[in-house]
């Protein structure tokens, strides 16, 4: 490239002397052009040479093995370049993954202190007026179906809860409803739960219906989502929180209202009416309790937690599916507080044996503990034992004593 420069100078500097010179001109160029044919000639000669020299080299280090480790590399390498990109790509495409959400749609806790209680009792004579309620219109009668003491609505009826301070305001700020119907699978009807005593109260707010698929809560409404035969028995709880209440079938929450727009003052419970040829409605174990403090705080100041929302089975210890929202509380505070250990303590009320009562008290004790256990907590957090009917909290001559003996507790330990 150099000789090429210094022929252009030459050109350059001496031309204009020899402009009339047309045979120089010519000579000079056929020189030049000569002189580039051979040096990119042999310039292209020079590369080819290496070219060849790489190639034998590289067949050679092939052969002798000694290429091998960064031939390896090199593949290595060529992976994961691909990769990177591949994941890059992807990495773009791929579509954003969706939040992680936390939900319950049975968050349903019991209140602490019964205030009202009727299973009805085992005592109670079949074929009379239930004694723990008042009559507004329509009947209802004390009936035993498939071994339970039920009330039986023959052509429907609205019946209040039978209080010395019925004409007052007697439910609390915070407090739950809980009870069983049965729906007639012929021919099922409806059953209201209305927020004022109807014989003794003035009318007041909205009422809750209640369905065999569904509640409704005036223009509130929900259906529910499984599907259930047409007839039989539906689990049914309210929770009402000063202005908010919350509605559940069975084990999901159907109803959500943040404010409800009145003070409710009573309950009363009605039932549709049949005609003389049709099955009856059902309604048994209903129950108002109170609301209370907050799980952890409890433990602060109590060092325990007094729950009566967990059930079982008549005389057995199995957990009803109703009970699994007080679990869940105890067990969300077990995993926020790791440093938290209970010894889970069943109670009983004074029906029946009292040896009977303290192994059921024991076995009901330990199916909690087993099922916390199975939830997640360790096994060195929780213990377990029974007292039966020996330490009672309330007396045992009511319904509403009873069901507040009837219990289990979380002692701090």
Known sequence: MKYIQYVFIFLFIIGPAYQSQGQLWKKLAKHAEKKVKTEAEKRSEKRIDKGIDKTFDKAEDEIDGKNKGEKENEVTK???KKSSVKSKKN??????????VIWSRY???PGDTVI???GPEEDEEIGEFPSRWDLKEGNAEIAEVDGDMVIVFPHGGEIVPYLKNSKEDYLPEVYTIEFDAY???GDPRRVWISFYDSKNQRRIGKDITFYYYGIRFDDSGSNYSKKLP???????AVAVTKDKLKVYMNDERLINVPHIGFNPTGVTLEVDGYAADREFQYVKNFRIAKGGVKYYKRVL???KIIVNGIKFDVNKATLKPESMGPINRIFKLMQKQPDLKFSVEGHTDSDGDEAFNLKLSKERAKTVMNKLIAMGISPDRLKYTGWGET???????TPEGKANNRRVEFVKF
């Not at 047409?230 to 049914?236: D, E």
Request: hydrophobic fraction near 20%; charged fraction near 35%.
């Open 107 to 109: 968050d349903f806790v």
């Open 230 to 236: 047409k007839g039989g028995w539906r689990h049914f």
């Open 391 to 397: 330490k009672p909290i309330d007396n045992n001559s």
């Open 116 to 118: 009202f209680e009727d």
């Open 183 to 185: 729906f007639t699978p």
């Open 78 to 80: 060529n992976k994961e």
């Open 91 to 100: 990495k773009k495409a791929k579509p954003q993954q969706s939040p992680k």
């Open 301 to 303: 100041t109590d060092g």
